[in-house]
């Protein structure tokens, strides 16, 4: 059973910055480095919506709204991802969750909630 634990979040002021880390065990099929590894985000009364992702060679793609502030990154002898978060918004308030999915599963973390005020 494939795990995900979300660690970092917090509360943080605008223009702020924040780390989130999520680590991962215990795939069935393979080794962490042979895995997308994604980060979505709930804001409160929406959907989930994607921010970040990272393929297995290292290439990144990033939603519209966290380009230029927002990086993901990987660390395949620690099994982890991590998202810096720089720049932060009020609308960058949420639950973000990281994602990987194995075969027809997909797996979440429990969340880690950014809040960003002042």
């Known amino acids: 059973q494939v795990q995900l634990v979300e660690s970092g979040g917090g509360l943080v002021q605008p223009g702020g910055s924040l780390k989130l880390s999520c680590a991962v065990s215990?795939?069935?099929?393979?080794?962490?480095?042979?895995?997308?590894m994604s980060w979505y985000r709930q804001a409160p009364g929406k959907e989930r919506e994607f921010v970040a992702l990272?393929?297995?060679?290292?290439?990144?793609n990033y939603a519209d709204s966290v380009k230029g502030r927002f990086s993901v990154s990987r660390d395949n002898n620690k099994n982890m991802v991590y998202l810096q978060m720089s720049n932060l918004k009020p609308g960058d308030t949420a639950v973000y969750y990281c994602?990987?999915?194995?075969?027809?599963?997909?797996?979440w973390g429990q969340g880690a909630l950014v809040t960003v005020s002042s």
């Open positions: 994602r990987v999915v194995e075969g027809v599963m997909t797996y």
């Open positions: 215990g795939f069935t099929f393979g080794r962490f480095d042979r895995y997308d």
């Open positions: 990272i393929t297995t060679d290292g290439s990144t």
